[in-house]
């Protein structure tokens, strides 16, 4: 299940795992102009965790999960 807020300067997303144990904690998702921001609470150091990427980053990221094995570079369509 997952959730979609629009907020005054980001897009919120929540993912929340749901079914059969042992589940894991929500993963939140902020959509900003410049970047990314993925956070997840941690029970075990009772801290939220949070990564940043940058847009370039995350478009990566996004092409990554359809390809096979190997090294990429990901050029502009302008270009």
Same mark, same amino acid.
């Given at each position: 299940m997952f959730s979609i807020?629009?907020?005054? *300067?980001?897009?919120v997303v929540t993912l929340v795992d749901e079914g059969?144990?042992?589940l894991q904690e929500d993963v939140i998702v902020n959509g900003f102009e410049e970047c990314i921001t993925v956070e997840q609470y941690?029970?075990?150091? *009772?801290r939220?965790?949070?990564i940043t990427f940058s847009m370039s980053q995350m478009r990566d990221l996004a092409a990554s999960l359809s390809l096979p094995e190997g090294v990429y570079s990901l050029k502009d369509k302008g270009s």
């Open positions: 807020e629009h907020e005054f *300067d980001s897009t059969e144990g042992p941690d029970p075990r150091t *009772d939220v965790n949070m």
